[in-house]
């Protein structure tokens, strides 16, 4: 079966995952999507391109920065902003930023082109793959999903390393989370 099919029928499947994980909330579904997206790439023979690379550490914080301080701003002229604690800093590490970007970045974009139409077709998978929060936990931050997809896209695209989506993808995940609280 070509690349292309089998990243198809993965993230067909990963919207099964997500469905039943949402719908059926429990200890072992809360870890079948990040273990799903973990686990697939790997499983299907794709190499996920991930260096620690000072370079590449500095243009995701300094992206993270640049997009991350005006939303920041924006948000806390309503709000305020209560940190969210380590342990809850490390599971959106471990069990969101890290699996979403290596399924989403390094397989699904590098599988369908790591360019500006893979960009533009994997932020809308991403997008498509928030809606079960948003139908099964009202969560109306999953329809916000595509335009943070597009930073973590570009990141990739520039640098072919998932590290810097991942830290765009967990400053920007503590960032709204902090005011939500």
Not at 94 to 109: D, N, S
Not at 131 to 158: E, K, N, W
Request: proline fraction near 7%.
């Amino acid at each position: 079966m070509p690349k292309q099919k089998k990243a198809a029928l993965s993230y067909c499947l990963l919207l099964a995952v997500a469905v039943l994980a949402h719908a059926a909330p429990s200890r072992p579904t809360f870890y079948l999507v990040p273990l799903f997206m973990l686990t697939v790439p790997v499983i299907l023979g794709q190499k996920i391109r991930v260096a620690l690379s000072m370079g590449h550490v500095a243009t995701g914080l300094i992206v993270s920065a640049g997009i991350l301080a005006p939303v920041f701003l924006i948000l806390s002229a309503g709000k305020p902003y209560h940190f969210i604690g380590f342990a809850a800093v490390f599971s959106q590490l471990l069990r969101v930023a890290i699996p979403e970007e290596v399924f989403f970045r390094g397989f699904l974009q590098q599988t369908l082109g790591n360019n500006l139409r893979g960009i533009l077709i994997v932020s809308l998978l991403f997008s498509v793959a928030h809606l079960p929060a948003f139908f099964f936990l009202h969560d109306a931050s999953a329809l916000l999903t595509f335009f943070p997809s597009l930073v973590m896209g570009y990141l990739y695209m520039r640098t072919s390393n998932v590290l810097p989506p991942v830290l765009f993808h967990l400053l920007a995940n503590v960032v709204y989370q902090g005011f939500m609280i």
